[in-house]
């Protein structure tokens, strides 16, 4: 069974927008079948209705902001981390870390394009997928960067008694 955001947005507002018209009519041929018949309770139905509606807006509104605050948060940290891993970058020896730099332009182009714009889930997916092609292009590329460091280091210092 598919999402419902695979489904053009206009669709999906047409046919709730139909359904709602159609439950509206019912409720009222169903209101004038019933004219005249127990009309004293519907004050405290209306009430408890309506009671109900504000419980589930105030719901949906703090569930939207725990959301909004959630994806700030996510957002922040994954900021964080691209301007920690390019400080580090900067760091590895010279032939590494110009290619470190040039893989974390494209992740941060690629993670700002599809931020920019509505993508179905096939393109999230394909992102995520060259996300982590990048982020391990660049371990491997800093894991070389290193050795070849770390080797550098060991050799200075086992000549030197």
Known sequence: MGYLDEFPLL???????????????????????????????????EGAMFGLLALMLGFTFAMALSRFEARRHAVLDEANASSTTELNARLLPSPHNTEALKLLHEYAQLRFTVSQHVSTLKEIDMTVSRSNELQEQLWQN????????????????SSNP
Do not use: N
């Not at 999906?12 to 169903?30: D, H, N, Y």
């Open 11 to 45: 669709l999906v507002f047409g046919a709730s927008f139909v359904a709602v018209l159609f439950a509206s009519e019912i409720g009222r041929w169903l209101g004038a079948l019933a004219r005249g018949r127990g009309e004293e309770g519907v004050a405290s139905l």
């Open 142 to 157: 800093a894991l070389v960067g290193v050795r070849r460091q770390t080797h550098r280091y060991r050799r200075g210092l």
